[in-house]
């Protein structure tokens, strides 16, 4: 029995509206087998943790250029916590500052991809730590 592909939700949080970098990605992880949904511009917190519900996502992937990452992150985290879907692998990519790290780690991201990151390095990220799903056992 194979395992489903891993399915991963890239977001553009916020009002930030560069997303050359997210299709990017969103492509890079598609040419890896992977099933990506690309939820577009604009969106706030609610609406990603709830399309990442509704696709059954095994990660989610935030792209943020704005700076707005330290108010973003931590509400994404705890509605995530609140809808009991802590175990969706959160990573971040973007402009975010080495000081802001630890922070963001704190908030429940796994990982955190600045400018030129190797995409094999994001690709290889999420295929080792994605939570198996989709498995039955007796």
Avoid: W
Wanted: charged letters at 25%; one cysteine or more.
């Amino acid at each position: 029995m194979s395992r489903p592909p891993i399915r991963v939700l890239v977001a553009k949080p916020g009002l930030d509206g560069h997303d050359r970098g997210a299709k990017v990605i969103a492509r890079a992880l598609r040419d890896a087998g992977m099933e990506v949904i690309y939820t577009g511009l604009r969106q706030t917190p609610e609406k990603i943790v709830s399309a990442a519900i509704q696709e059954d996502v095994d990660c989610i992937g935030l792209s943020i250029l704005s700076g707005a990452h330290n108010a973003i992150v931590p509400r994404i985290a705890k509605l995530l916590r609140t809808q009991h879907a802590e175990d969706i692998l959160v990573v971040l990519g973007g402009t975010i500052p080495e000081e802001d790290f630890l922070k963001m780690k704190e908030s429940g991201v796994a990982a955190i991809f600045g400018p030129g990151t190797p995409l094999e390095t994001t690709v290889q990220f999420i295929r080792d730590n994605v939570k198996p799903r989709g498995l039955f056992t007796s």
